[in-house]
């Protein structure tokens, strides 16, 4: 949330702001979110293949138990924060997809239809790619693998350019990446779930109705989404489908809708304002009753006036950006080379990734985006040239955090495959970066 005006400059002179005004000049930073996660991406590297590796793995495998009365749940440190913790990662990129469609690039067609196309071609080309070196058996299933983009390295990478690449092309990646994310977890929920619980799933079906009914019916309290929520990941926990589904689907139902109409909110504020001034305190340093009657009564307006989703967006990402992801990074980027990397690197699945990644991700989005101009259905992000797509591309092929997910998911029993996958997904990502960074550092400016 951003403060503006004469109220931002009494707030940033309390001494706590200006103590902790270089962590909240890194958390404003576009790449923070990108560093971080690439510090616990190091740090998990060196940890896995240190002498100390044993401790690495007994603490992702650590039991976490919770239970209330005979109903309980048991399940390991690194089944929690993938199973629970990516739940709330998804939940926001949930929000974001919704923001998206009702008022962002994707509400309307003729603007979302290039990042849309571009996207479909960023996720066919690349699991054309791994097919090609995986064509049959157990690795095949790695597929979806090279389909992901990681929306905060790429943004972070490209926020690092700064005014060379011009801002269209920034709205372009971000809305890519919205539509690279439903692809994602559409992926996950048709083929990678083993078998489905009916039960389960008639659960979550309910519960996922009684968030659409509470939406309906117009409740915006917070905590309601959540506790319901929490039964929808439950259900979907026990039903076979991934409980990260649950995210999408819980946030799909947040009321985004303002209750106070707009032109009535100036009026109103006003109004209140014009109380305020005229019922002075004689204390300087107190308020009236009248004026805190007038101020509860505005602050009841401003939260009428932003919508729950908008609310819930802005008190979760950091959570999700500065928490989440970087424990995740910890927990799955450590890998525990057993062979000699040459021998790695020339695996099938290590291969089909970085093939998918470097080469798949840029001529998928570049090809597609050039068909979708050329064929007059969609125009070229302003101020933005063909180079400056295909470097764009390279950074859609950054697959990091999804990817590492659904090669968990693709390789389940199989942490040799596992190993192999992330192994092709760091090398690919970061060759990705490299490129892309090149191509668009020697782009023209705005």
């Not at 090609?132 to 058996?137: D, H, L, Q, Y």
Request: proline letters at 4%; hydrophobic letters at 55%; aromatic letters at 12%.
């Amino acid at each position: 949330m951003r403060i503006i005006g004469k109220v931002a400059e009494v707030l940033m002179e309390k001494p706590i702001y200006k103590i902790t005004s270089p962590f909240r000049w890194f958390a404003g930073f576009g790449a923070a979110g990108g560093f971080l996660l690439l510090l616990c991406s190091v740090v998990a590297m060196i940890w896995a293949n240190s002498p100390f590796y044993e401790s690495y793995f007994e603490i992702l495998e650590t039991k976490l138990s919770f239970s209330l009365g005979s109903i309980g749940l048991s399940k390991g440190l690194i089944l929690w924060i993938n199973d629970a913790l990516m739940a709330v990662f998804f939940f926001v990129v949930g929000l974001e997809i919704k923001r998206e469609f009702l008022v962002g690039e994707l509400s309307k067609l003729k603007k979302a239809l290039l990042p849309l196309i571009a996207a479909l071609g960023g996720m066919i080309v690349p699991a054309l790619f791994y097919f090609w070196v995986n064509p049959e058996g157990a690795k095949a299933n790695g597929w979806g693998i090279p389909m992901a983009t990681d929306i905060a390295f790429a943004l972070g990478f490209l926020a690092l350019l700064g005014d060379r690449v011009p801002n269209s092309l920034k709205v372009f990646l971000t809305a890519l990446a919205i539509v690279d994310d439903i692809g994602a977890v559409l992926v996950i929920g048709l083929f990678y779930t083993d078998t489905v619980v009916l039960i389960a799933l008639g659960l979550a079906i309910l519960f996922f109705a009684i968030l659409i009914a509470g939406n309906a019916l117009g409740i915006r309290t917070a905590w309601f989404y959540l506790i319901v929520g929490i039964f929808l990941w439950l259900a979907f926990l026990k039903s076979g489908i991934h409980a990260t589904v649950a995210g999408v689907l819980a946030a799909f139902t947040i009321p985004a809708r303002t209750l106070f109409d707009r032109k009535e909110f100036v009026r109103e504020s006003k109004n209140l304002l014009y109380f305020f001034e005229e019922n002075e305190s004689n204390n300087k340093d107190m308020i009236s009753a009248e004026q805190e009657s007038a101020v509860n009564t505005l602050e009841a307006a401003c939260e009428s006036v932003i919508p729950p989703l908008l609310r819930l967006e802005h008190a979760i990402f950091p959570w999700v950006t500065f928490a989440i992801m970087p424990i995740f990074a910890l927990a799955n980027a450590g890998v525990r080379l057993e062979k000699p990397i040459v021998d790695a690197l020339s695996d099938e699945v290590t291969l089909g990734i970085i093939a998918g990644l470097v080469l798949g991700k840029p001529i998928g989005i570049f090809f597609f985006s050039w068909l979708a101009v050329k064929s007059k259905l969609a125009d070229l992000p302003s101020f933005s040239n063909w180079r400056q797509i295909l470097g764009a591309g390279f950074l859609g092929g950054i697959g990091f955090t999804m990817s590492i997910f659904i090669a968990g998911l693709a390789f389940k029993g199989e942490l040799g495959f596992q190993s192999d996958a992330k192994i092709g997904i760091l090398t690919g990502s970061l060759l990705s970066a490299v490129i892309g960074m090149a191509l668009l550092f020697k782009s023209k400016k705005d």
